[in-house]
């Protein structure tokens, strides 16, 4: 949508809009809302909404406590499943402080920072992900458990798929507010599905996840049932993965070449930007079983590399980054591809022949970080990084991963230790 603050308050008289919601991520990702009344709109466009920022994780202090959420007008969408009388509408916000500066905190204001250090040098990137998540059944206190909803396999149909009208609902719901997904389909993990979305600049992209993440959870809950974006919610079973397809064009054109710097930066990179992917103890349970990733790699066809070139008509070219999971932070993984392959651009970076074909990988040796604990000790000594990941959030998320680690490490059942703690909100 491209809406302005006028054509914005005039929708809201006309659709007997009640409520508003203001909805911004922390910097785990962790979608975050305030509720106001329809006749506060027009306040929070010009003045802003303030909230304490002190309450939410890696934000503020308690002694420089005050935020200000401005919505965005372009992101107005109404939320289908709240009454049609007294509809609420829903706006993605920018984070700003008392002055007026943006809040570095603020991932969704980093990527649109990166968005446009891109359209000042020619370069315009397409974002399209492909989100996979687990349905699980509740016990009988209504509590999620680790039990599927069904055996369902890779693109299996009813019976077997009992998932298929909670797909269908997910969809339609989307679509009325304005997001169109590809397809839809059972995935290879019992109660495992998958959901693609319709390609869309980086920000609407970001935007688009953390609505997928949000109806997903809302209508599996509607239909007695709980939706786990858990990389490796089950330990014997294929994990969920984030799948990040990425398009270049230069002043409205594709070219090979763009393509070819652009996964060469991103191969450069992707051990330092490890962490912000795969935020979790859990997302190293993931990699390297079934088709996740675990080498440093790109090919045309082997769904196994870290980055896969698929076979496509011209006008959707695009590399698959196979590595992220839906764990993470959209606004701030996406930033840090895009920051990795305008690098490899910049320094006409190619990918080396050891990282062709499917024979290599083994051979080459040079693999993902095998825990968290290494990912952070990339992340912490990575100049790439800190160049781009404003000083304060990143020392809170490095401190913050380290404690989860720490975590881990002191428990008893490693298994449990490495799901529980994140299974009821990831």
Not at 57 to 82: C, H, M, N, Y
Not at 113 to 129: C, H
Not at 352 to 372: F, H, I, R
């Amino acid at each position: 949508m491209t809406n302005t603050h006028s054509e914005v308050m005039t929708f809201i008289k006309e659709q007997d809009v009640r409520f508003v919601r203001l909805v911004f991520c922390d910097i785990f990702g962790q979608i975050k809302n305030i509720s106001i009344s329809a006749d506060e709109l027009d306040r929070a466009f010009t003045s802003g909404i303030s909230f304490d920022a002190s309450a939410v994780k890696g934000f503020l202090q308690v002694d420089e406590s005050d935020l200000l959420l401005f919505p965005d007008a372009s992101t107005l969408s109404i939320l289908p499943w709240r009454p049609a009388q007294g509809r609420v509408v829903r706006f993605f916000c920018s984070i700003k402080r008392p002055d007026g500066t943006p809040f570095e905190g603020d991932g969704r204001s980093l990527l649109a920072e990166t968005v446009q250090k891109a359209a000042l040098q020619g370069y315009q990137f397409g974002v399209g992900p492909e989100c996979e998540f687990y349905l699980f059944k509740l016990d009988d206190e209504g509590h999620p458990s680790f039990q599927p909803m069904d055996r369902g396999s890779y693109l299996d149909v009813a019976p077997l798929d009992k998932g298929e009208n909670v797909r269908r609902e997910i969809c339609l719901t989307l679509e009325q507010m304005g997001f169109y997904t590809e397809r839809s389909h059972h995935e290879s993990g019992p109660g495992q599905h998958e959901i693609d979305f319709k390609y869309g600049s980086p920000l609407e992209a970001a935007d688009n996840f953390i609505t997928f993440k949000s109806v997903v959870k809302t209508i599996a809950d509607r239909s007695g049932l709980f939706a786990s974006f858990m990389p490796k919610p089950l330990a014997q079973e294929s994990g969920s993965g984030l799948h990040i397809n990425l398009s270049i064009t230069q002043e409205g054109k594709q070219s090979r070449v763009l393509e070819q710097q652009m996964t060469a930066g991103i191969l450069n990179r992707i051990n330092e930007i490890s962490l912000f992917l795969n935020p979790l103890v859990n997302s190293y349970e993931r990699l390297g079983c079934f088709e996740a990733p675990r080498y440093i790699g790109w090919g045309r066809a082997n769904r196994s590399l870290l980055i896969r070139l698929p076979q496509s008509s011209p006008e959707y070219r695009r590399i698959e980054v196979r590595s992220a999971d839906p764990a993470c932070n959209p606004y701030l993984a996406i930033t840090l591809l895009l920051n990795a392959a305008l690098e490899g651009i910049q320094n006409h970076m190619v990918p080396s022949e050891e990282y062709v074909g499917s024979a290599y990988q083994k051979q080459s040796g040079k693999t993902l970080p095998e825990t968290l604990f290494d990912a952070i000790e990339l992340a912490k000594n990575s100049e790439f990084v800190s160049s781009i990941v404003p000083k304060r959030l990143l020392e809170y998320f490095l401190e913050a991963k380290l404690a989860d680690w720490r975590a881990y490490e002191d428990a008893g059942d490693k298994n449990l230790a490495s799901r529980f703690p994140f299974f009821l909100t990831t």
